[in-house]
């Protein structure tokens, strides 16, 4: 369970500084491989709770 904490936070923290680095057109094309990577992030963490 915590390594799921953990990568959220690492998660959180990468979407934060590809932010800050990138200028708001990089940003505008960067959003969808960011949706995908939480939504991934999202399923592992359901199919972690519901098999446990």
């Known amino acids: 369970m915590w390594d799921w904490i953990a990568g959220l936070i690492w998660l959180i923290g990468m979407v934060a500084v590809a932010g800050a680095a990138l200028g ?20 592992g963490l359901i199919s972690m709770l519901s098999g446990s």
């Open 24 to 43: 708001p057109d990089e940003r505008e094309n960067f959003m969808p491989l960011m949706r995908l990577a939480v939504l991934l992030y999202l399923l």
